[in-house]
């Protein structure tokens, strides 16, 4: 008896696993750590399920693993969008002008899904930042992923904190969703062509035809 109780009692205390809205953007700040250091860049994240389109502007992409390790980006500093739309996921460097087509739906390059967290594993709460109180999620995959975000009993009415994707990628959500913007943002620039392929050696060329199976695949957003 006393153990049903104790057992109901954890039970009780465990939040619905996460979920998230089909429609937002969010600011971040990501860290990336390498034998150089640790790197920061500014961006902003856009996302529709429901459309199935996503978009994620870095304010540097040297450092990314996408669109820095394709052809000579990894040499200089420039913006680089990674944008999924119509199955395709897009690299491009709007300064330059300058897109490629990095792989597809297929290659297990699409968005990721509102549920990709149903199977992750409650670890407790605590003060995110000493001020937020926070859910803290794992989903155990290549690397350990920790997920933080605010308290909700609903978890459609959650905030994003913080996504730690192993030791060498860290994503910090400041700001809160915000689901009034334009679905032009999902638009394609006109120079881009979907013909047009990332470099074979880059790691979109090592993603193309896994069938969604890439060891790299761990470290695409949005």
């Not at 000579?72 to 002008?97: A, E, H, I, K, M």
């Amino acid at each position: 008896m006393y153990f049903l109780l104790v057992l109901s009692t954890v039970l009780a205390q465990t939040p619905t696993g996460p979920v998230w809205p089909n429609l937002w953007t969010v600011s971040f700040v990501e860290d990336t750590y390498s034998i150089i250091g640790i790197n920061q860049v500014y961006g902003n994240w856009y996302y529709n399920s429901v459309l199935g389109t996503s978009r994620m502007d870095r304010s540097n992409g040297r450092y990314d693993m996408f669109c820095g390790k394709n052809d000579w980006f990894s040499f200089f500093d420039t913006p680089c969008t990674q944008l999924v739309n119509n199955g395709n996921r897009y690299l491009y460097y709007p300064q330059l002008q300058i897109c490629c087509n990095c792989c597809s739906d297929a290659d297990g390059c699409g968005i990721v899904k509102p549920t990709w967290l149903q199977n992750a594993t409650y670890i407790g709460s605590q003060m995110y930042n000493g001020t937020i109180p926070s859910y803290n999620w794992i989903l155990n995959g290549n690397e350990p992923n920790i997920y933080q975000e605010t308290q909700n009993s609903d978890p459609l009415s959650r905030q994003p904190l913080e996504l730690n994707n192993g030791p060498a990628d860290r994503f910090m959500l400041p700001g809160a969703w915000n689901t009034s913007f334009s679905n032009s943002v999902f638009n394609v620039p006109t120079y881009c062509n979907p013909n047009y392929m990332c470099d074979t050696s880059s790691i979109c060329g090592q993603v193309r035809g896994s069938g969604g199976k890439s060891e790299f695949l761990k470290f695409l957003r949005g």
